[in-house]
């Protein structure tokens, strides 16, 4: 605990949430930013949620890549 109050207890603020609201990990830092005109929820303003519609994991199952060698006959 600080001396000094801090700019919450200033403006009497709402307590926030110290969980993400996309995944509900614990990431008291969360925030929103805005990535190329997207709103892309972020833990601490650096590390993306995994469950973000626009950057996080997927919600339809990917594709499988097969990859086939090829031998070009001589």
Do not use: N, Y
Request: aromatic share 4%; net charge negative; with cysteine.
């Amino acid at each position: 605990m600080s001396l000094f109050a801090s700019v919450l207890d200033l403006l009497d603020a709402p307590a926030r949430s110290a969980s993400c609201p996309g995944c509900a990990a614990h990431a008291p830092a969360w925030t929103r930013v805005t990535v190329d005109g997207l709103r892309v929820l972020t833990h601490d303003g650096d590390v993306i949620c995994p469950k973000d519609r626009h950057f996080g994991s997927g919600t339809q199952p990917a594709p499988v890549v097969s990859l086939v060698r090829l031998e070009v006959a001589a």
